[in-house]
């Protein structure tokens, strides 16, 4: 064996390393690789994955798909600290090839192709799919609010309009006042400068009250119920969220292994209406006929859950305590047993109420009214159940899909937990990473696109503990 002297050893230690030698086998950024370099990112929807025959050829951007799950994974969402990391982080420098985009170009990227990041969340769940990574039985569907990049402050409902511009005209009408007693007294004012102060006071009161004005004209001319000014997408949420002015964020979770099954960003401050829409798309994407899903009770609406069993879903969403009976400690209707083949509601007395009226709700559906008034007037219970002359039940034409919902949430009692459990771990795991868990971008599909990333992410790094790099380098490779 050749001997090396010291001073050939300082000299092979100044030889450059191979960047090879720094990704093991095992690294993730060799999955990002395999797994993008098999997306069909033209089909995906991605912009200008083939180059023009004239002129300099852009980046690829399989390259740019591979540095935005590499930073989302890492934390690493800003256009310039992803730059930063092109240049310094050698995993990065080994996915790009040593190819250093400037942030601008990182940035573009994201926002040109901002509907094509949702297919490639999806691609990854049929991926996940096919290592058996998701149970395909029951999802939890649930909605949490993420901060837009837009403050209170900019933010207006008519409400908040109206007290804005009163507050205004009482500080105007109280300057203008003073103006008055100021005159009174014209020298010593001069001398004093109070004139002059109270003068730009008032002209900047009247400045605001002008831009309030035209908050109030675009306000009423876009026909929604609020107007948000940096973020025109962005909605002020409910008080009791703590987000202030954000968008809701809807998740569909498999509840083997807690993995996002589909995951969508909307505007609608409540979740109402959003679990067929969430519950059929995830459906699609795990490629079955038929699936359960559970959702709080904030999710409860007859025209939904009726539509998701037309869609193939067999929802659990429990009943929320709602309606005047309720507020004023009444009996609620779920004390009222209903006789389907009498067409009558027994009610906590023994009495029968029958069908005495009816009205349209909508074009195919009316509400019934069930009444029993002779019982009510010798019933024992009536303090208990009503203050009017008698006590009246609704029933919607189409309720027969609440009762048999009802029968299901019985015989599964367990079913919320199992949604409480599967949907809270991802929501946590996502806001932590998102630092202050606030949105980077402006703008609804902006914001999807990140959000679509988001996701990747999170599914990427649970499936990763869950089967390890080497099984899912083996489900990606041809």
């Known amino acids: 064996m050749a001997h090396i002297s010291g001073d050939d050893r300082s000299q092979l230690l100044l030889l450059p390393d191979s960047v090879d030698d720094y990704v093991g086998p095992d690294n993730v950024v060799r999955f990002i690789e395999a797994f993008v370099d098999g997306l069909d990112l033209k089909a995906a929807g991605f912009e200008r994955v083939r180059a023009k025959t004239t002129g300099r050829p852009g980046y690829d951007p399989a390259d740019l798909l591979k540095l935005y799950i590499y930073g989302y994974l890492n934390r690493v969402r800003s256009s310039r600290r992803l730059e930063v990391e092109t240049r310094r982080n050698l995993e990065v420098i080994w996915l790009l090839r040593r190819l250093t985009p400037d942030f601008k170009t990182i940035a573009d990227f994201r926002r040109d192709n901002r509907t094509a990041f949702r297919q490639v969340f999806r691609e990854f769940v049929v991926l996940c799919r096919e290592l058996d990574l998701f149970g395909c039985e029951l999802i939890a569907i649930d909605g949490t609010r993420i901060k837009a990049v837009n403050s209170r ?196 007395g023994g009495a029968a109420l029958s069908r005495v009226s009816s009205r349209p709700v909508r074009d195919d559906i009316r509400l019934f009214n069930y009444a029993n008034t002779a019982a009510c007037k010798t019933c024992a219970l009536k303090a208990r159940c009503t203050d009017a002359a008698c006590r009246k039940v609704t029933r919607y034409e189409n309720e027969a899909v609440l009762d048999r919902m009802a029968k299901r949430l019985a015989a599964r009692p367990g079913g919320l937990d199992e949604r409480r459990e599967s949907v809270e771990h991802p929501f946590g795991s996502v806001k932590q990473w998102m630092g202050q868990g606030a949105f980077l971008m402006r703008r609804l599909e902006n914001v999807r696109a990140e959000f679509s990333l988001t996701a990747i992410a999170y599914n990427l790094r649970r499936a990763i503990s869950l089967v390890g790099i080497p099984a899912l380098m083996a489900a990606v490779r041809p």
């Not at 933010?155 to 500080?171: G, H, M, Q, V």
């Not at 102060?197 to 009423?220: N, S, T």
């Open 153 to 348: 402050e900019r933010n207006f409902t008519k409400a908040k309009l109206a007290k804005a511009l009163a507050e205004s005209d009482e500080r105007l009408a109280r300057y203008l006042k003073q103006l008055d007693e100021a005159d009174k007294d014209h020298e010593v004012a001069l001398e004093s400068g109070t004139v002059e102060k109270l003068q730009e006071k008032i002209a900047v009161i009247r400045d605001r009250r002008e831009r309030l004005e035209g908050h109030g004209k675009a306000l009423a001319d876009s026909g929604e119920d609020q107007i948000s000014l940096t973020d025109p997408d962005a909605r002020a949420m409910h008080s009791s969220s703590r987000v202030g002015v954000g968008y809701n964020i809807q998740i569909a979770v498999d509840t083997k292994h807690k993995l996002i099954a589909e995951q969508q960003v909307h505007s609608k401050v409540s979740d109402l209406g959003l679990m067929t829409e969430t519950a059929e798309a995830a459906r699609d994407t795990l490629g079955v006929d038929k699936i359960d899903a559970v959702a709080d009770r904030g999710y409860f609406k007859i025209e939904d859950i009726e539509a998701c069993e037309a869609a193939g879903i067999v929802p659990y969403v429990p009943k929320p305590q709602r309606g005047s009976a309720v507020a004023k400690g009444f009996f609620g209707k779920e004390q009222f047993c209903y006789d389907a083949e009498a067409d009558t509601y027994i009610c906590p």
